[in-house]
């Protein structure tokens, strides 16, 4: 199993373009995530899917679209980039939702470090 | 909505002892995971342990235990025998499990230096 891959690993933009980052993991794994972190700080949710075919927003989702069209990859679109957008990005992605033995353990992908000038 | 407060911006440890990284989680909802997570230099996120909130007994991994006290809303994460390599950034995380904010909220982190 490669786990949760990510690509690219790094990534200059110049403010306006716009880019997606790609996310693909080979568990199965229904629910799929991308985080943001921001120098000395935790991750912040941007958007999540919960299947195929379903997203929602996360805590900043501005700026940012997603899609899942199957299980396995869930891109992240930056639709015109700003410099405030410079930041290493996480996708994650784990089981279900019962909270016995470990079930919903999020498995990070490497992260996407991406700043815009 | 859900919070995890982690109040130890930093903290230093000598080789070979035992140290504890606080978390305090801050949720109404009845059925809740908790995680720690750690994250070295090179970047990645490391899943360490878990915790879910109708567990009974206390979480452990090899060096690492989780100290989960509900009544105070407290998961600290211990670590014992401190390694060199303990020397990380150390997040702690909680999943709701009802509702449809199921996704990890995560506090600020604590850097752990373990000193030789």
């Known amino acids: 199993n490669a786990g949760v891959t990510q690509t690219p690993k790094f990534q200059v933009l110049k403010t306006g373009q716009s880019m997606t980052l790609q996310c693909a993991q080979d568990m199965n794994h229904e629910y799929m995530s991308w985080y943001r972190q921001d120098p000395g700080m935790g991750l912040r949710l941007i958007h999540y899917s919960v299947g195929a075919g379903i997203t929602d927003q996360g805590e900043v989702p501005n700026g940012y679209n997603v899609s899942r069209s199957t299980t396995e990859d869930f891109p992240l679109r930056l639709l015109s980039a700003a410099p405030s957008q410079t930041s290493v990005y996480f996708c994650?992605?784990?089981?279900?939702?019962?909270?016995?033995?470990?079930?919903?353990?999020?498995?990070f992908g490497p992260g996407t470090r991406l700043t815009v000038l | 909505a859900q919070k995890i407060t982690q109040t130890q911006p930093g903290m230093f440890v000598q080789e070979k002892e035992a140290v504890t990284l606080d978390c305090t989680y801050d949720t109404s909802d009845p059925s809740y995971g908790l995680f720690w997570y750690k994250q070295p230099s090179s970047g990645e996120m490391i899943f360490l342990i878990y915790q879910g909130s109708y567990d009974q007994q206390n979480a452990t991994e090899g060096r690492y235990s989780l100290n989960f006290q509900k009544a105070r809303k407290s998961a600290n994460l211990v670590i014992s025998a401190s390694q060199l390599g303990d020397s990380a950034m150390y997040f702690c995380a909680m999943r709701l499990y009802s509702g449809s904010a199921r996704q990890l909220t995560f506090g600020s982190g604590t850097q752990l230096t373990v000193l030789p």
């Open positions: 994650a992605s784990s089981y279900s939702t019962t909270p016995s033995g470990g079930a919903g353990t999020q498995y």
